[in-house]
């Protein structure tokens, strides 16, 4: 029996080991095996498992990492297909599916290497290993009068052996060797007790019912469509995934949720963990995966998961590689959000690889949303996916009021009084003489979004970034929220010397200031980066918010999204612009769903709720839809342009990242890749020219884009793979190849 093994830190090497027979029933593929290498010990990946091997010289594996720690063959077969699609190496993709706290890379707590006998030796046994080698038979006769594994270091020191001597007789299939991690407590988080379940209404049944009828043929391993749950806010979706998983546990399967910033979204953890957790709701374990969690409890999590002591997996992006069997159902919910994109190699989509994950484990999936992706909602169009709608709130409540308050009519009050426009205040007001809640969302943090020179027009930019530096009052320090970089602000322009340099632009620190000097009395709290550091301090706020102890919260796009307070009568969004004229196609498609999704957090409760909605372009269509919550009217007028410039979904794209510290360089380079890719490409490809990225610089390397569109994404991941293979780049430039691009900055 052979092995292709893939080393770890190898960049993708694969080499092929024999199997000691003692290993051979621990041995499959996805199992992790230390193995010799030059001299040295190297864990790997089992790749492919094989009766010969045509390579000579065949060194053997010298162990199994525990059993626990190894990814399922149909993880196997999706780490292959992500591999070839996002044209990324393998290894790389092994590194997400099995987290650097599984693969021994990073280590919650201490490495131990265990020790256990293959096969009991007999007094004769022990006699003659002693005569030959007495260290070995030291070490024999320790785990011989042991009923359980020993760790290595207390054998080692016991017996007063060498660890030669322990590899020699795990060579001659004495001794099998095992690495453990000794790891923190679970996440288990707080008790949840069960709430009341709420009647579903008759849109909510009929969902319901529809996808119960797809779980039961799954269970007879059809082959199913991805389904698409269009609901508008407040619709009820988590009640109808909170059913659907009752449905999947009852048939003893298990289930993945993904959310995009699981740790940003407590109350959704809080309702499943009250549903599941708990002993009333069969007490199935849930277990949350997430970045925020420290190492150890990622792995723990992880493990439990593996193990099946827990059958739900709640998470972010990652945990679409949750390691769980007999997969029922995958739920991606706010399938639209970019955070389910990965920005680094490799640069998957959670949401497709889930949707292929799910066709690998014969499962439904379920992609929920309240502003669908223009991909996700024209392939429910095309009858590539099956639509399902929940076109009312849950509660039987109207959608709230949207008002538009044109900036450009409000003078310079609103920006001298920290963006709020008289309309706003007024509405404040209201909601506080009532006792009821507001929120204020801005998606920019610090006091000032930058500081200008009127005189010449200097404006302070990062060193390292092509980007304006953001003015912090708390700190006094000018901050570039791309790459970190701060310094002191200056008290006269740099460029000119005039001292009248000043701050411009507004930032959730400014709109704060602004509140409490015009409501004294309120009680505010602010969300963003900056006030969010201490852990658990998201959870502190949202909770006292729950209280009713806070009357204004103000925040960033972190809280956009799956609250559900019931007492919120107002959101304010004090620059609705921020965004919509960026050079991205996708631009009015996010101020669309940011400012539909930030609506849809009012009135929730008993009480009508209000938004409004401050603009210096009210004419915009992405504003005018989400006023009226017209997301079909959006959606036709989004998807006529998208088609008339051949955009996506009407194609593919793929786009190459050439940057370098120096501007030369790159210039060179790119043209050159652009050239090569212009002669090897077929003519139903087309290739831009190179040309400087919208955000020239970032973290002092300077970048260049190059654009290809096509029909096929399989003749795209074709050429990505021999641009990777064929071409080669000079030291210090570097080429990134992102499929499926999100962002195109």
Known sequence: MYVRVLI??????????????????RVSIGVRVIIPMRGRRAIGTVLEVMDDSSVSGIRPIESVVEADASASPALMKLGRWMADYYCAPLASVMRSILPPTIRGEKIAGRKIRMAGLVKRPTAADLEMIAKKAPKQGALLR????????????????????????????????????????????????????????????????????????????????????????????????????????????????????????????????????????????????????HSHLTEAERREEWLRLQRGEARIAIGARSAVFAPLSDLGLLIVDEEHENTYKQEETP??????????????????????????????????????????ELPRRADGQVMPLIRVVDLRLQGKRAKSDGGLSAPLQMAITRRLELDQQTILFLNRRGFATAMLCEPCGHVCKCPNCSLAMTFHRDAERLACHLCGHSTVPPSRCPECGDPGIRHTGIGTQRVE???????????????????????????????????????????????AKGLDFPNVTLVGIINADIGLHSPDFRAGERTF??????????????????????????????????????????????????????????????????????????????????????????????????????LEKSHGQYRFHITLKASSGAVLGRLGRDLTNLFRSPEGVVITMDVDPYSMM
């Open 347 to 388: 640069r998957y989509h959670a949401r497709d690889v889930a949707v292929m994950r799910a066709k690998l484990e014969r499962c439904p999936v379920l992609l929920g949303s309240a502003t669908p992706s223009i991909e996700s909602y024209r392939n429910a169009m095309s009858g590539k996916y099956r639509l399902l």
């Open 8 to 25: 770890d830190r190898s960049e993708g090497r694969e080499f092929d080991y024999a199997v000691p027979e003692h290993l051979r029933p």
């Open 142 to 289: 320790a785990l011989a009068n042991s009923a359980d594994r020993i760790p290595v270091p207390d054998l080692l020191a016991s017996s007063g052996a060498s660890d030669a001597s322990l590899r020699a007789l795990s060579s001659s299939g004495w001794v099998d060797l095992e690495e453990r991690r000794v790891s923190a407590p679970g996440n288990g988080g707080p008790t949840v007790l069960p709430g009341k379940i709420p009647e579903l209404n008759p849109d909510q049944r009929r969902v319901v019912s529809e996808l119960i009828d797809a779980i039961e043929q799954a269970e007879e391993k059809k082959e199913l469509i991805p389904f698409l749950l269009h609901g508008v806010t407040g619709s009820g979706k988590t009640e109808v995934y909170l059913r659907l998983l009752a449905k999947v546990l009852e048939s003893g399967r298990s289930a993945i949720v993904l959310v995009p910033e699981i740790s940003l979204t407590p109350q959704t953890v809080e309702r499943f963990r009250s549903r599941f957790d708990h002993a009333g709701g069969g007490g199935v374990g849930v277990a949350v995966l």
């Open 513 to 559: 200031e602004s509140i409490r000097k015009n409501f004294p009395k309120a009680r505010i709290a602010r969300m963003d980066a900056d006030t969010m550091t201490r852990r658990g301090s998201y959870e502190e706020v949202l909770g006292k918010f729950r209280a009713r102890q806070i009357d204004i919260l103000i925040g960033t796009q972190m809280i």
């Open 593 to 694: 769903q940011l400012l539909t999704q930030v609506a849809g957090r009012a009135g929730r409760g008993e009480t009508e709720g209000e938004v409004i909605v401050q603009t210096y372009s009210p004419e915009s269509p992405s504003l005018q839809h989400a006023r009226h919550h017209d997301y079909a009217g959006f959606y036709e007028q989004e998807i006529a342009f998208r088609e008339a410039f051949r955009h996506p979904p009407f194609s593919r794209l793929l786009l190459v990242r050439i940057r370098s510290i120096s501007l030369e360089d790159v210039a060179r380079i790119a043209a050159s890749v652009s050239a090569w890719l212009k002669n090897s490409a077929p003519a139903s490809v087309e290739v831009s020219e190179a040309a400087p990225a919208p």
